[in-house]
């Protein structure tokens, strides 16, 4: 008799928690690589629409990658819906083609991540039922956020690059392991030259592996600053300073860039969007601690962006 009691509780309380989600969810399937999750808020109202994007790798719709689960990604999303702001996150698409044994680096371009991310703002402004869309970037994603703006209404960085990736990653270098950072410099110059660089520091493989060398040559193309100075629609940049990725100087940058971005450095904020009170050590290790909230601030800052 105890036991079904508790059951019965449990049922009870499982219940009055689903009873708050405000909040639907709905599988989508954009295109044959791009799949994703809607939020919506359940009062049926016409809303604003947030498109999240992911940062580099295999990152998926919640912001993970195989060893590091910090759900940043879906947090934000259900923030969002939480304050009456639908979002629409998804997998990149090298996520389904690694879960269908279909992977092909070689060919990757950067500008398919871009054409990826168009697809996802045509297939929404289609169906002509939110206000206004919305653009979310996170770090590698602000790039390609840029370059898909078109049929959006604003534009939200998240801890994005100011500079080139190759000058980031020359800096991240020089900051985590000072004894490759010439071999970096040396190789940067050959990809951002367009020529391919035989004499990388395998110790520097995953960034600088033949397979990846293309698609690093087609990102580095890129200048951020450059972009962002000619987009005319509403612009948030926002950075945290215990970021060890990429540093509020970066935002800094792209707020330069074009005078009427709005910039919000938040304190104590992380790459992966976490309020980190302590030293490196607890940094490195909040990237798999998915128990952790992402900062409120961050939160505050996007609503007020987009509802204002």
Not at 147 to 172: H, N
Not at 236 to 248: F, H, P, R, Y
Not at 296 to 308: C, Q, R, T, Y
Request: charged letters at 25%.
């Amino acid at each position: 008799m105890k036991k079904i009691l508790h059951l019965f509780f449990c049922l009870i309380i499982s219940t009055s928690f689903a009873q708050q989600t405000d909040f639907e969810e709905k599988e989508l399937t954009v295109t044959d690589l791009i799949d994703g999750t809607l939020l919506a808020p359940k009062n049926n109202r016409e809303t604003n629409l947030a498109i999240i994007i992911a940062g580099s790798g295999p990152t998926n719709r919640n912001g993970n990658q195989n060893f590091l689960k910090s759900n940043n990604l879906k947090k934000l999303a259900i923030a969002l819906s939480e304050n009456d702001i639908s979002s629409f996150r998804y997998d990149k698409r090298i996520v389904k083609q690694i879960k269908t044994g279909k992977v092909d680096v070689k060919s990757m371009r950067f500008e398919d991540f871009v054409s990826d991310a168009k697809d996802v703002i045509n297939y929404f402004k289609a169906e002509n039922k939110y206000s206004k869309i919305y653009v979310i970037g996170h770090s590698q994603g602000s790039l390609v956020g840029m370059l898909a703006l078109e049929e959006a209404d604003g534009f939200i960085s998240l801890a994005g690059a100011g500079q080139k990736i190759g000058d980031v990653i020359i800096d991240q270098i020089n900051n985590t392991a000072r004894q490759y950072v010439e071999d970096t410099k040396r190789v940067v110059t050959k990809l951002q030259a367009g020529e391919i660089a035989n004499d990388y520091p395998i110790a520097l493989a995953s960034m600088f592996n033949l397979d990846i060398q293309p698609f690093m040559i087609s990102w580095m193309a890129y200048n951020p600053t450059e972009i962002i100075s000619e987009i005319k629609k509403p612009i948030l940049i926002v950075n945290g300073t215990k970021d060890l990725q990429v540093s509020e100087d970066e935002a800094k940058l792209l707020a330069k860039a074009n005078p009427n971005a709005k910039l919000r450095i938040i304190e104590n904020m992380n790459h992966v969007l976490f309020t980190i009170e302590g030293d490196r050590l607890e940094n490195s290790k909040s990237y798999g601690e998915s128990f952790r909230p992402i900062n409120p601030e961050l939160i505050d800052s996007i609503v007020e962006f987009i509802k204002n």
